[in-house]
C-alpha cells in the first residue's frame, strides 16, 4: 500500500542507536526544559496555515475505505456490549 503525501511535504528518516543505561549514583544531566517555539524551530517545522494541507488520499478506493469504517464500526460496538 502506497500513501500520497501533499506536496510540500517533508519525511525525515533516520537510525536509531542503543543508549546506555543511566546508573543511580551519577547524577542527571538533562538541558533546560525546551518550549514549543524552540522545539519546533529545532526540528524545522512550519505552521500549518491551510487545513488542505494536511490532506492525504491514504484509500485505494471508496470500497477499501467502507469497509475500514465497517470495522471501526464493528470494533466499537464490541467494545460497548
Keep these: 500500500m ?3 503525501l501533499p506536496s510540500g511535504c ?11 543505561e543511566a546508573h543511580d549514583d551519577q547524577p542527571s544531566r538533562s538541558a533546560a ?3 514549543i517555539d524552540d522545539l519546533a524551530r529545532l ?3 512550519a505552521v500549518v496555515t491551510d487545513v488542505h494541507q494536511l490532506a492525504a488520499d491514504i484509500w ?7 469497509a475500514f ?13
Design 69 to 81: 469504517l465497517a470495522d471501526l464500526r464493528a470494533s466499537r460496538n464490541a467494545s460497548l456490549a
Design 43 to 45: 526540528e524545522g517545522v
Design 10 to 20: 517533508r519525511v525525515r528518516t533516520g537510525t536509531l542507536s542503543a543508549v546506555s
Design 60 to 66: 485505494e478506493s471508496d470500497d477499501e475505505l467502507d
Design 2 to 4: 502506497s500513501i500520497s
Design 33 to 35: 526544559p525546551m518550549t
